[in-house]
C-alpha cells in the first residue's frame, strides 16, 4: 500500500464519518513560539483552547510535520523522521473518548478490501493514562482487547498539556508489535523498538491551573467542551504496510536512499554506519525539499538555520560515504519525484528549490575544502613538533572561524595518526555558549520560549555548531 493511499484511505474513513477535510497548513507556523509545526495539533490550537470558535464540529487532515528535536534518532530508530506527515482526525466539543477510540480501531483492523488498513488485531497494543479507568474500559469493550495488552502508563508518558493553564487531559497510544525479531516481550512499557507507536489519541477533558510544568499542575475541573485530537504518523503506517525495516524505506523516501547508494558506489545493507548515513540522507534530503517548498531559505539563525543543518549534514553524511563531489542535484530531483504527487509545488517550484539547494551545497564544500587546507596545515605543524594531539584552540578556530564541524576534525586528524584534545575544545565551545546565553538574557525577549532562536542569533555570522549541539524547539506534543 503506497503513502499515499494510506493517507486517502484515512481521509475517505473520516470524510464518511462526518468530518470536513482540511488541508495541511505550512510546515511554517504563524505561531512565533514554534519554530515549525510539530504536530498535526498545531494549527487547530485556536480551536482547542476555545480562543476562536471551531468552524466545524470534526475534522481530518494529513500535515506535514518538521520535528528537530527527533534529529538524532534519525536513521538509528526505524521510527523517527526530520520531516514526517500526521494524519489527525478532531473533535471540537463533539464526539469524546468512545468515540475516537471505536473510529481508530475500526479503521486500523477493518480489511483493505472494505477501506480500512488491514491491521490484524493480534499485532496491536495500546496504552492508557493510569488513573484512564474509561479509555481502558473502552478499549476492552470496544476493540474487545484483554487487560494484559492494555498498559497503564504515567504522566510522562500519556498525558497531554501545553504547559500553560488551559486545557489538558490524558492520552492513549496504539502500538504495532513488529515480531521477537525486533526485541523483547512485554508490550511497549518495555521496549519501544519492537513495539511501535503508532497512533495517539488525546482527551482534552480538564482545565488545569497552578502549572509547574507539563505534568505537575492542579486540575480545576471538567471542560464544558471536550476535545479530540489524534495523530497517527503517516511514515510509521506505510512502513508497517509495505513490509519494510524503516520509514527511510517506503515509497516517499526510499528513491533517495537509492540514488545515495549509486552516487556512492556501496552498497545498502552492507555496513551499519553506512546505511545510517544513507538513512540520514534520505530523511534530510526529503525535510530540506518539503521546508524550501514552504519558502524557508538557508540562514544562519532561526528556521533558515534548521535548514542549512539539515543539508550540511547531508553533505557530510555523502562525504563519510566517499563522495566528495556535488550530489545534490541528483539527490533533491530523487526526492522531488517521489514528493510530486503528494506535494505539487516541489515540481512547480522546482527551479527556485534547486538553486538554493545546488548553492548551499557548494558554499559548504567550498567551507569544507578551505577548512581542510588550514586543517592539514595545523597536522603537519603538530606532527613537526614531535606532538601527537591537535590542540583544542586549533579544533576550535576551525570550527569557529571557518565553519569546520568538529567531527569532521577529528575524523581527519585520526586518519593523520593525531588525536584531538576534546575537552579543551568542549570547555572552549562552552565558555562560548555562556557568553551567548548571558548576552541573550541581557536583551529583551517578546516570547516566552524562544531558546532555539537565542542560541541560533548568539552564534552570529560565521558560526555553524550544527554538529555539536542539540538543539530541541519548542513542542506542543
Ligand atoms: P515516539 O514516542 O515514537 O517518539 P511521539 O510520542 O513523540 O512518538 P506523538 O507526539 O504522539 O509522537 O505524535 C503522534 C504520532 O506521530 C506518533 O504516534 C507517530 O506515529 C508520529 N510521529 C511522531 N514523531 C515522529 C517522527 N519523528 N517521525 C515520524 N512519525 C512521527
Ligand atoms: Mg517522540
Ligand atoms: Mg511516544
Ligand atoms: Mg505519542
Not at 120 to 142: F, S
Not at 346 to 362: N, P
Amino acid at each position: 500500500m503506497k503513502t499515499a493511499e494510506i493517507a486517502q484511505r484515512y481521509l475517505d474513513y473520516f470524510e464518511k464519518n462526518d468530518h470536513t477535510i482540511v488541508p495541511s497548513a505550512s510546515l511554517v507556523t504563524d505561531d512565533p513560539s514554534l519554530l515549525f509545526t510539530v504536530a498535526g495539533m498545531v494549527p487547530f490550537i485556536p480551536y482547542l483552547t476555545g480562543v476562536v470558535p471551531a468552524p466545524y464540529p470534526r475534522a481530518a487532515d494529513v500535515q506535514k510535520c518538521i520535528r528537530t528535536n527527533d534529529i538524532e534518532e534519525v536513521g538509528h530508530t526505524a521510527r523517527h523522521g526530520t520531516f514526517f506527515q500526521m494524519l489527525g482526525n478532531w473533535s471540537f466539543g463533539d464526539y469524546f473518548k468512545e468515540g475516537a477510540i471505536s473510529y481508530a480501531w475500526e479503521l486500523l483492523t477493518s480489511s483493505e478490501s472494505e477501506g480500512g488498513l488491514g491491521f490484524a488485531e493480534r499485532d496491536l497494543w495500546v496504552t492508557v493514562y493510569q488513573d484512564d479507568d474509561e479509555a481502558a474500559e473502552l478499549w476492552q469493550k470496544i476493540a474487545g482487547l484483554p487487560v494484559e495488552r492494555i498498559q497503564r502508563l504515567g504522566r510522562e508518558d500519556n498525558y497531554w498539556s501545553t504547559g500553560q493553564p488551559g486545557p489538558a487531559g490524558p492520552c492513549s497510544e496504539i502500538y504495532f508489535d513488529r515480531g521477537p525479531a525486533y526485541g523483547r516481550e512485554g508490550g511497549p512499557a518495555v521496549d519501544d523498538n519492537r513495539f511501535t507507536e503508532i497512533w495517539n489519541l488525546v482527551f482534552m477533558q480538564y482545565a488545569i491551573t497552578n502549572v509547574r510544568s507539563k505534568i505537575d499542575f492542579d486540575i480545576i475541573g471538567d471542560l464544558p467542551a471536550k476535545n479530540i485530537d489524534t495523530g497517527m504518523g503517516l511514515e510509521r503506517v506505510a512502513f508497517i504496510k509495505q513490509g519494510v525495516d524503516n520509514m527511510y524505506e517506503t515509497d516517499q523516501v526510499r528513491p533517495v536512499l537509492d540514488r545515495a547508494v549509486e552516487l556512492s558506489g556501496r552498497r545498502y545493507g552492507a555496513d551499519h554506519e553506512d546505511d545510517v548515513r544513507f538513512r540520514v540522507i534520505a530523511d534530510h534530503v526529503r525535510s530540506s525539499l518539503m521546508l524550501l517548498s514552504d519558502g524557508v531559505t538557508p540562514a544562519n539563525d532561526g528556521r533558515g538555520y534548521i535548514l542549512r543543518r539539515l543539508m550540511r549534514r547531508s553533505v557530510r553524511a555523502m562525504r563519510l560515504l566517499g563522495v566528495d563531489a556535488p550530489t545534490f542535484p541528483e539527490l533533491f530531483a530523487a526526492s522531488r519525484d517521489a514528493m510530486k504527487d503528494a506535494y505539487p509545488v516541489v515540481e512547480t517550484d522546482w527551479q527556485r528549490i534547486s538553486q538554493y539547494a545546488v548553492a548551499e551545497e557548494e558554499t559548504f564544500l567550498r567551507t569544507l575544502a578551505a577548512g581542510s587546507t588550514i586543517l592539514d596545515l595545523a597536522v603537519e605543524d603538530t606532527k613537526k613538533t614531535g606532538g601527537s594531539t591537535l590542540s583544542g584552540p586549533e579544533a576550535f578556530l576551525l570550527h569557529d572561524t571557518y565553519g569546520f564541524p568538529i567531527d569532521l576534525t577529528l575524523e581527519i586528524a585520526e586518519e593523520a595518526g593525531l588525536s584531538v584534545d576534546r575537552a579543551a575544545f568542549d570547555s572552549l565551545m562552552l565558555e562560548q555558549r555562556n557568553r551567548a546565553k548571558a548576552d541573550a538574557k541581557s536583551r529583551k525577549r517578546a516570547f516566552a520560549d524562544q531558546s532555539v532562536y537565542r542560541d541560533f542569533r548568539a552564534h552570529g555570522e560565521t558560526v555553524f555548531t550544527g554538529y555539536t549541539d542539540l538543539e530541541t524547539e519548542s513542542r506542543v506534543l
